[in-house]
């Protein structure tokens, strides 16, 4: 894809080059005030005179040169402009321009979309199911570097805030561990690959308290309080 996507880019590149050099030979005209700025018949005249080649030779050979410049020129230009754009898009919304680019490529996977959305706005909690049927609640705080082989398929790293695990026979969720007790300042993380996690979906305590509710389950139940001096939200297993 990554190949794929640099050769479409590069006809795009040429294809204005193109256009832009015919627009400019028709256009142009070939004398300013009895000055000559034909500067497709100079180059002619001096690849003729230098490569010691027919008129017809000559003017392919500049033309392919012309191209070639243009077409780096406007691709450098291209680049130029897209870097300035993803430095306000990431002033503005106070996030790295790599990001913005990563979310771009992971819009197609609704599993990378959640993480990808986890990772950026670090209020979103997700759950994680494994194929070993571990259980982790949290937030992603680093998604892998992509490559040709596994693009963005390979690992996560998320700072969880509670553990459990799925029961082998109805496949509810048993919680066993909740860090909040832990000190932030620790960078207590857990690096998970992509290909282990069987589900995930977003994770929100006052609609799992109200599931839980009416299952009434004799598991350990998260207990949710608010703080309005604070304006934030703690929880605790019971």
Known sequence: MLYLQSASLGLACLLVAYTLLVLIDSLVPATICSYNINIEALLIELTQVSLNVKHEQASVLTWVFLLTISTLAIALSWVRLDQ???????????????????GRVLADSPLDALLYESYVYEDIYVMLTLSNRKVYVGVVNNMGEPNEIEGF???I??????SGYRDKDDLSVHWTT????????????IVIRQE???SASEFDFD??????????????KIKVTFNPNKNSFSWTLS
């Open 84 to 102: 300035r754009r993803l430095k306000k898009l990431s002033k503005k919304h106070e996030v790295d321009a790599r990001i913005i680019l990563m």
């Open 153 to 155: 398929d390979q690992e």
């Open 157 to 162: 790293s998320l700072v969880p805030i509670l």
């Open 178 to 189: 909740s860090y909040q007790e832990v000190d932030p300042d620790e960078n207590l993380r």
């Open 196 to 198: 282990l996690i069987e």
């Open 207 to 220: 609609t799992w308290e109200a599931f839980a509710s009416s299952r009434k389950e004799k598991d350990k």
